[in-house]
């Protein structure tokens, strides 16, 4: 048995790192470069929409840049940020995403197509996958797109606002219902 | 005692620390029904990320929101609103020379400014930090570079059971810069010691300290098997 390397994730800084001596533009700028790509992954995957997603991605940090000086766990800081903002976007805008909720599982995929067969299975698979997130709660649905956009539990727990000893029983369960749904749509995975 | 399902995520997860990692090891060469359970929850785990996969979107183009803003509907809104307040603002204190009016003023030039933020100078009174590092998944070989050598400063290394590059800085206030195979770590406010795990796979590591090469290692082997325990940052000590 062997344990595998953990998903590929940029470099994570740790509590009392940043000191006078680099500047605060540098740091976002780093933050920036490491971070934004797992922010983005997750708020697409919540959402389903990735100009959305990007749009409150770079709004969070626009956000953490004014603010002038980073927070103690930026990543979740971030996340805490881009929830609330879809939050309140959704409250918002609920037509416009009731449509989009129709629109998001008729959208292609990032995949080159590769024939209408395998256009036609991929279409059926995300919409099985996005069947199965939405029927686990939102702080599961939550937790588990975090862990598998590389977030570390730390920064989960941060985030939701939960112990961290309970993010991995959280991911459990999550991963449970989200199998057990995802079968009784689609049939048992690969 | 069996460890949950919940531990042995965070066993293939790569979320345990070293100590709980070598003892869930003793314990999964011991015990075939919690090796498998660590098994399935690997491989679920790995079918999970490859589901979510599936509904992924192109990564946009890395454009840091404060060098091309760009109008978009949230932020419409949010320009409107400052707009209002804005006008507000200067039609109730628009006499210059009062108070109110040179606060706007100020907030007008700042949001014009083309100039960048000037970096913070280092203050004597920045309190030191406590043990603060960075973490990175580990490249083929690495180069940790200190940009300054530092009589009586000491780093220790020590090979880690995970796959990652681990620096901390105890007792002092570094910062971090990270390029390809490159961690560079910037001592000018230095910290009292400093402690490197690395991963037994890696493959070359070097370790420089101002302009001096003061440790390399060129083979997988000589890492693992031969890994200094302490190194000095003092000028003029290479090994």
Known sequence: MSLDSPRERGPRLLPGDI??????????????????????????????????ASDIAQEAFTRLHRRGAMPDEPAAWLVVVANNMLRDERRRASRRLRLLADERSREPSATPSSGPEADLERAEQVRAVRAALDSVSARDRQALLLRHSGYSYREIAVALHLAETSVGTTLVRAAQAFRRAFKEMHGAPE | ???????????????????????????????????????????????????????????????????????????????????????????????????????????????????????????????????????????????????????????????????????????????????????????????????????????????????????????ASTVRSAAPDTISLAPGSPR
């Open chain 2, 1 to 219: 005692m069996h460890p949950s399902d919940a531990t042995l995520l965070a066993l293939v997860q790569g979320e345990l620390g070293r100590d709980e990692v070598a003892e869930l090891w003793t314990h999964l060469t011991q015990c075939d029904t919690c090796a498998a359970s660590a098994e399935k929850l690997r491989r679920g785990d790995e079918e999970m990320g490859r589901l979510l996969g599936v509904l992924d979107h192109p990564l946009p183009s890395l454009e840091p929101p404060m060098t091309t803003p760009r109008p978009r509907p949230l932020r419409r809104a949010a320009i409107a609103a400052g707009a209002a307040l804005f006008a507000a603002g200067v039609a109730a204190a628009s006499v210059p020379g009062t108070p109110v009016y040179r606060w706007i003023r100020e907030r007008i030039e700042a949001q014009h400014s083309e100039l960048p933020r000037p970096a913070r100078a280092p203050t004597s009174t920045a309190p030191a930090q406590a043990a603060g590092g960075i973490e990175l998944p580990a490249p083929n070989a690495l180069i940790v570079q200190f940009t300054a050598a530092q009589p009586g400063g000491v780093l220790t290394v020590a090979v880690g059971s995970r796959p990652v590059v681990s620096l901390r800085a105890f007792g002092g206030a570094v910062a971090y810069r990270v390029g390809d195979g490159r961690l560079v770590v910037d001592n000018s406010h230095p910290a009292d010691h400093y402690a490197l795990e690395i991963p037994a796979g890696l493959g070359r590591l070097t370790i420089t300290a101002g302009q001096q090469v003061i440790y390399r290692s060129d083979t």
């Open chain 1, 19 to 52: 000191g006078p001596a680099s500047s605060f533009e540098e740091d976002f700028r780093a933050c920036y470069t490491a971070r934004f790509p797992a922010l983005f992954r997750y708020l697409d995957r919540l959402t389903g929409d990735p100009d959305l």
